[in-house]
């Protein structure tokens, strides 16, 4: 269902016990600054309009794929199979495991809080938070992982373009941040004034200052 891309530091010692930074998309390039304090991995799935989204709905773009819903089984790949593997191989600090992505990775991060307790930090950067029905799962589920540290970003312009659901992205994005506030108490809530795809350089450069202080 994905791939994987595995970066150790350059003085890996069994010895220490490394923070693991799992990240969707597998964009591990972003997170350099972090490369030689943290085990890397990056996830790179196959399809990632089905291994992103928890259920399925029709695409924005006639012309594309509809959204597969197949969220779950990603997830229980990544912290059911995988993430064993890793803890088995490498020499990983439990207590500093991190979870993230942008877009739907990100919007799949969050969901994440509602399944599974693997990870202690969880980030979002651009969390695709419009997606059909999102918002008022968040609301009428209960989170498991309510002792997560978790790092929001969203941009006050993402979908000023768009005539469709996109055009909500905003206003959705504001409630999640409130909603999920309300109820964890470690959470870092950013809405900076960028579209979704501007500043995509400088929104990792304030997420790894963040991670550096969760990772300590």
């Given at each position: 269902?994905?791939?994987?891309?595995?970066?150790?530091?350059?003085?890996?010692?069994?010895?220490?016990?490394?923070?693991?930074?799992?990240?969707?998309?597998?964009?591990?390039?972003?997170?350099?600054?972090?490369?030689?304090?943290?085990?890397?991995?990056?996830?790179?799935?196959?399809?990632?309009?089905?291994?992103?989204?928890?259920?399925?709905?029709?695409?924005?773009?006639?012309?594309?794929?509809?959204?597969?819903?197949?969220?779950?089984?990603?997830?229980?790949?990544v912290f059911e199979h995988l993430l064993p593997e890793l803890l088995c191989n490498y020499s990983i600090d439990e207590s500093k495991i991190a979870y993230g992505g942008y877009s739907l990775g990100g919007l799949a991060a969050v969901y994440s809080l509602y399944s599974t307790t693997a990870p202690s930090i969880i980030f979002s950067l651009c969390g695709s938070f419009w997606y059909p029905q999102f918002l008022d799962y968040c609301e009428s589920n209960t989170i498991l992982n309510t002792k997560a540290a978790l790092y929001l970003q969203n941009g006050k312009a993402e979908g000023s373009k768009h005539n469709d659901i996109l055009s909500n992205a905003p206003i959705l994005s504001a409630k999640l941040h409130k909603l999920l506030s309300d109820k964890l108490d470690k959470v870092t809530s950013v809405l900076d004034e960028y579209g979704h795809h501007e500043n995509i350089a400088g929104r990792y450069e304030n997420l790894i200052e963040w991670l550096k202080e969760n990772l300590k």
């Open positions: 269902m994905f791939d994987t891309k595995i970066s150790l530091p350059d003085n890996y010692n069994e010895e220490n016990r490394y923070p693991l930074i799992l990240l969707n998309d597998g964009e591990i390039n972003y997170l350099e600054n972090l490369k030689e304090t943290a085990i890397l991995v990056g996830l790179i799935p196959q399809n990632r309009l089905d291994a992103f989204t928890p259920w399925k709905a029709s695409n924005l773009k006639p012309s594309m794929p509809d959204f597969g819903g197949k969220l779950d089984e990603y997830h229980n790949q």
